[in-house]
Structure formats: C-alpha cells, structure tokens
C-alpha cells in the first residue's frame, strides 16, 4: 500500500490544526480580540481556508469546545456507565482523572474565555450551557445519586453539592492562565490540588459515622 499522500495527510489533519491555533489565541488574547486571519497565519492557511472550515470566530469556539470538552464529558458518562466498583472509587476515578486532563491541557484555557467574555456573547453562554455545563452537572449528580443510593454517602442537596465539586476546579484552570501565568510565585501544583479537592469532598460525602469531638 501507498503512503498517504503529505497534501492530504494536511488536508485531514487541517481542522484540528486550527482547533489549536484558535484556543491558543484566544486564551493568550482573548476571545473579542483574536481575528480571524491571526488564527489562520498561525495554522499556517489563508484566511480563506479557515472559513471553508469554520465560517465565524464562533463556530471556531464551539467547535472547540465540542471537540476538547464535551467529547471527554461523554466518554467519562460512558465509562461511569460500566464501573461496578464503590463510588467514591469511580469519583476518584473519572472526576479527578478527568479534571487532571483538562488540567494539563490547553483547553483547561476555555474556562477562561467562557468566565470573561461570555457576556458579551450570548450565543457562546448558550452553547457552553447545552454542551458542557448541563451534561457535566448531570454526570456528577448522578454519581452522586448513585453513591447515596448505595448508602455510601449521606443525603445531601445535590446540586449545591455539584457546584461544590466542579467550582474550585474550574477556578484551579482560571489561576493557571490568569495568576499563575503571569507570576511565577503563585503557580499551584492544579494536579495536586485536584486530588486532594476530591479526597475532602468525598470526606464530607461519606455516610460512615463521624466521631464525636471530645468534651473540652
């Protein structure tokens, strides 16, 4: 069999090349201040080549934002799915696994677009709500039902116990590309901070029986 040929090899790989190039501006410059033919020159096309792809900005997010964010919320859905184990070990291992990925990963960068743009575009908040938001509130309130169900954790409210689980690691992602980027002194290890944020959720989740503090 014949190589593929480099021009379509390029050709195939084009969209995602693009994909990265648009996150990387976006996060370095901002959603409202990227344009179009800045993302093209750094994909290494014309301008006119990347609206053949995507024909707006918008459609670049969103495309990112489908492709990095909500592909990896369905394969965490599926693999919750099959996981027969207790659930703080199913936790600990698609919620941390999960949030250390995007962690390490550039599109940990999108929570800081979404955070301080949106406002200014309403078809992306909308977008980012049916996408992500709601799909990945879904997946932690079920795991959570899952594991009061099972009499592994005591009934709480799960939806403030959701916003409790995701917030602190959605701030995690904004620090590195905001504070942590810019000075040294106060870059977090975020892969530490995950886990140990799992751990103390899962800590105050538990239905085992607290011990009582001693008189003073």
Known sequence: MSAVPVRQRRKEARPQELLDAALELFVEKGFASTRAEEVAARAGVSKGTLYLYYPSKEDLLKAVIEHRVSSEIAAGA??????????????????????????????SGVFKIIITEVRN???????????????????????????I??????????ESAVHSLIFPMIMVCLHKHSLGACI???????????RDHIDLMLAGLSAAPRKKRAPK
Request: aromatic content about 10%; hydrophobic content about 40%.
């Open 149 to 158: 169900d099972r009499g592994e954790f005591r009934r709480v409210n799960i």
């Open 184 to 194: 040294p002194e106060q870059r977090l290890d975020g892969k530490a901070f995950i």
């Open 121 to 147: 575009f309403p078809e992306i908040a909308e977008f980012h709500r049916r996408a992500v938001a709601e799909p990945g509130q879904q997946l932690l309130g079920q795991l959570l039902q899952r594991g």
């Open 78 to 107: 599926a693999e919750a799915a099959s996981f027969t184990g207790p659930t703080d070990e199913l936790l600990r291992s698609v919620v941390t696994a999960w949030w250390q990925r995007m962690y390490d990963s550039p599109v």
